[in-house]
């Protein structure tokens, strides 16, 4: 039985690009474009998920573990909008970039080296953002567990990844690394690529069960992403803890 989650390769990769974690043009450009649709999505479902009242602050109170969090592009937004953030990251090197950039801007985050096995904790968390990271660990079996483990009871689960499609792999990889250079060449491999059904199997073992499936798609008209009902290249799954 596996009892470990990191995968050595993936965060070596990682590491060698974190000083670009902030630029907007750098190597996580992709990822800039596709934040404020994810901040969006997630923010509206915690809203109405907890029957949240509209306000500047409308996270206030809420307790967010952020896994994977790289240099802190959801944990920052999600401690603006109120919310109490722990981000953990296995590179080092993505966590001082991280605390270093929130320091910057008077954020307090709690950032930690580690994955969910390893973290250790007491407090349960109200939501667990496990976004665009699942195609990276070691085993995504152990992953759910240990991350459903940390999960309060109704508590929300949001999981970003990449479907396990020809048309992800001729997008995600042939044209956003090789033909677009949106992404270094060899930052997603298709072999760790999630069909939905297996995502939804895993976290129905874990006590999490699938509220609500979306597709992410890039709209090239006016250069943003939007919600889709096409999951067939990225998409996101909202559980709820059971």
Same mark, same amino acid.
């Given at each position: 039985?596996?009892?470990?989650?990191?995968?050595?390769?993936?965060?070596?990769?990682?590491?060698?690009? %974190?000083? +670009?974690?902030?630029?907007?043009?750098? /190597? &996580?450009?992709?990822?800039? !474009?596709?934040?404020? =649709?994810?901040? #969006?999505?997630?923010?509206?479902?915690?809203?109405?998920?907890?029957?949240?009242?509209?306000?500047?602050?409308?996270?206030?109170?809420?307790?967010?573990?952020?896994?994977?969090?790289?240099?802190?592009?959801?944990?920052?937004?999600?401690?603006?909008?109120?919310?109490?953030?722990?981000?953990?990251? %296995?590179? +080092?090197?993505?966590?001082?970039?991280? /605390? &270093?950039?929130?320091?910057? !801007?008077?954020?307090? =985050?709690?950032? #930690?080296?580690?994955?969910?096995?390893?973290?250790?904790?007491?407090?349960?968390?109200?939501?667990?953002?496990?976004?665009?990271?699942?195609?990276?660990?070691?085993?995504?079996?152990?992953?759910?567990?240990?991350?459903?483990?940390?999960?309060?009871?109704?508590?929300?689960?949001?999981?970003?990844?990449?479907?396990?499609?020809?048309?992800?792999?001729?997008?995600?990889?042939?044209?956003?690394?090789?033909?677009?250079?949106?992404?270094?060449?060899?930052?997603?491999?298709?072999?760790?690529?999630?069909?939905?059904?297996?995502?939804?199997?895993?976290?129905?073992?874990?006590?999490?069960?699938?509220?609500?499936?979306?597709?992410?798609?890039?709209?090239?008209?006016?250069?943003?992403?939007?919600?889709?009902?096409?999951?067939?290249?990225?998409?996101?799954?909202?559980?709820?803890?059971?």
């Amino acid at each position: 039985m596996k009892t470990n989650t990191i995968n050595k390769k993936e965060i070596e990769k990682f590491s060698k690009i %974190a000083e +670009e974690w902030w630029n907007p043009d750098g /190597k &996580f450009k992709p990822l800039h !474009n596709f934040n404020p =649709i994810r901040i #969006k999505y997630i923010k509206e479902n915690i809203i109405t998920n907890f029957n949240i009242k509209h306000s500047d602050k409308p996270l206030k109170n809420i307790n967010i573990l952020d896994i994977g969090c790289g240099g802190g592009l959801l944990s920052e937004p999600m401690c603006r909008l109120g919310a109490n953030v722990v981000g953990i990251d %296995a590179s +080092e090197k993505n966590i001082n970039v991280a /605390k &270093f950039h929130a320091k910057k !801007n008077n954020l307090k =985050i709690d950032y #930690k080296i580690g994955s969910p096995e390893k973290l250790k904790t007491v407090k349960k968390f109200d939501v667990i953002l496990n976004m665009e990271i699942v195609e990276h660990v070691e085993n995504i079996n152990f992953f759910i567990e240990q991350s459903s483990n940390l999960l309060k009871k109704n508590g929300i689960m949001f999981t970003a990844t990449l479907n396990k499609t020809l048309k992800s792999y001729v997008f995600a990889i042939i044209g956003a690394e090789y033909i677009l250079k949106w992404l270094p060449i060899g930052t997603h491999d298709w072999e760790k690529f999630v069909k939905p059904k297996d995502l939804i199997n895993i976290s129905k073992k874990n006590n999490l069960e699938l509220k609500k499936l979306d597709g992410m798609k890039f709209n090239i008209f006016n250069n943003s992403w939007e919600v889709s009902n096409d999951v067939s290249v990225n998409y996101i799954a909202k559980f709820i803890k059971n």
